[in-house]
């Protein structure tokens, strides 16, 4: 049991903040039915990456390469083999709302028993030509398409999931295969694209098979501009030990400048009995959680992550939900009331915030399970405070702020528990550059902390 205080100096800049608040799938889902646009405008999501994107609404339909390119055996130099519809709308409404794409090269993952498009490619030379195309479509307006600059392209997702499983659900081949096809895709795109981050290959966790594949990469002088990986968990030093070891291993095979992007994550407690954190990862504790695993990725050696997952259909998705069930078309693009926000929304908005405020700031906590996050602009300034499974012996929570911009005339707390969204708790007139609030602190909660 402890006592908490918070001391943060505004003066003591330490960075910049990261864009840790991506997510898995843009703003309009289950085929534009649901359109969640202005809840993605105000958290101010930074970038959105494409997996498993409406599945398993109109999975075959967007973003994978059976998908995109039908038959594989088609002339993949013709824009007539290409089928990029409905892709490039759900693309435009996430370039609408201001965030950046990761595009996965691939397929999504295949649950049911038969597996159709997971299997590796009968021609790896051709599946990486398919690729280019596809990059030319989305930057150089090939085939009718557009100049929107997309920069990083993922090769695959999870290969090395369900190893020792007979059935596997998104790699059926070998390991040996993988790296054929990983090496020949990443070799010609960034041959054909050298400014853009080709990268990969979002592991599923599992380190021993990331060492084997980036001593195979390194041996074949493969290019990896950004590295990939996923975790699911309800321990934040988990995260914080997974995200060591991957730089680690990036360091020992001589990709020491290769980005980290943790592209996938949620809370989950144990995959044996999933239904307890389906429950909890929408609620408060999923959003305390998220705002405590945002501060952790702040001072990690990732430069981004995406959570997994914003489309509102999926049980995975904690920052909104459906609110009124409707059938929609694209003649419907204004769905407010559809949709509101749930407890993780809250841990989101507040990191975004700070994002926009731009510069990291020293913060420090005596607690163990009170995460904080600070930072600012030139006239103004914030703070994230998260508890999550702290113990206290006292609530009571003494909070120190040195430095506050002069601009700044006005201090807000809000808070987000159980029973409160965000609420505005308390509003202070600044008279000095230093100021002291206390605060009562229980686990479960989010505050941020606005000197406007």
Same mark, same amino acid.
């Given at each position: $049991?402890?006592? !908490?205080?918070?001391? /943060? ?9 990261? *864009? ?11 085929? =534009? ?6 809840? =993605? ?8 990456? %494409? ?13 994978? +390469?059976?998908?995109? =390119? ?7 130099? #013709? ?22 794409? $990761? ?9 049911? *028993? ?29 085939? #009718?398409?557009?100049?929107?600059? @997309? ?18 659900? $998104? ?6 295969? =993988? ?5 020949? !895709? ?9 400014? %853009? ?19 195979? $990469? ?17 321990? @934040? ?5 997974? #995200? ?11 990709? !020491?400048?290769?980005? +980290? ?13 999933? *239904? ?54 694209? !003649? ?8 509101? *926000? ?70 807000? /707390? ?20 230093? %100021? ?12 941020? +902390?606005?000197?406007?």
């Amino acid at each position: $049991m402890q006592n !908490a205080s918070i001391k /943060v100096d505004f003066s003591k800049v330490c960075g910049r903040i990261k *864009p840790m608040h991506g997510v898995n799938s843009g703003p309009r889902t289950k085929v =534009f039915t649901y359109n969640a646009s202005k809840l =993605f405008t105000d958290i101010g999501i930074p970038m959105c990456r %494409l997996h498993d994107v409406e599945y398993p609404y109109g999975s075959g339909e967007f973003v994978d +390469i059976h998908c995109v =390119f039908k038959n594989f055996d088609a002339d993949e130099n #013709d824009p007539a083999s290409y089928d990029f519809g409905l892709t490039d709308k759900y693309i435009e409404a996430i370039r609408d709302v201001g965030a950046d794409v $990761m595009y996965r090269l691939g397929e999504s993952i295949e649950h049911a *028993p038969v597996k159709r498009y997971i299997h590796p490619p009968k021609d790896y030379a051709k599946w990486a030509r398919i690729c280019e195309h596809i990059i030319r479509h989305y930057n150089e307006g090939w085939a #009718d398409g557009y100049r929107w600059n @997309i920069t990083y392209w993922e090769i695959w997702n999870e290969p090395d999931l369900d190893i020792s499983r007979e059935t596997k659900k $998104m790699w059926s081949g070998s390991e040996e295969q =993988f790296y054929g096809l990983y090496e020949t !895709a990443a070799k010609h795109l960034k041959s054909c694209f050298p400014s %853009l981050k080709i990268g990969g290959p979002a592991i599923a966790g599992n380190l021993a098979w990331a060492d084997r594949f980036l001593k195979a $990469m390194s041996e074949r002088e493969t290019p990896i501009d950004f590295f990939s990986w996923h975790k699911y968990s309800s321990d @934040i030093s988990a995260y914080v030990k997974h #995200d060591a070891a991957v730089y680690d291993l990036l360091v020992k095979y001589g990709y !020491a400048n290769a980005e +980290i992007f943790l592209d996938e994550w949620n809370y989950m407690e144990n995959w044996g009995n999933q *239904p307890p954190s389906f429950k909890k990862l929408v609620g408060m504790t999923g959003a305390a959680f998220c705002a405590a695993a945002l501060t952790a990725f702040q001072r990690s050696h990732l430069s981004g992550a995406e959570y997994f997952e914003a489309d509102v259909i999926k049980e995975w998705c904690g920052l909104f939900e459906v609110e009124d069930m409707s059938i929609d078309s694209l !003649a419907h693009k204004d769905s407010k009331g559809k949709l509101k *926000p749930r407890k993780p929304f809250y841990a989101f908005s507040s990191f975004g915030s700070l994002y926009r405020l731009g510069k990291e700031c020293e913060s420090i906590s005596t607690a163990e399970g009170v995460y904080t996050l600070a930072a600012r602009s030139e006239s103004s300034a914030g703070v994230m405070l998260a508890s999550y499974h702290s113990e206290l012996s006292d609530p009571s929570c003494e909070i120190t702020l040195e430095n506050i911009p002069e601009e700044a005339t006005v201090l807000r /707390v809000y808070l987000t528990d159980e029973n409160n969204d965000n609420t505005l708790e308390r509003e202070i007139k600044i008279t000095e550059k230093t %100021l002291t609030l206390t605060l009562t602190l229980s686990d479960e909660q989010i505050r941020l +902390i606005a000197a406007e």
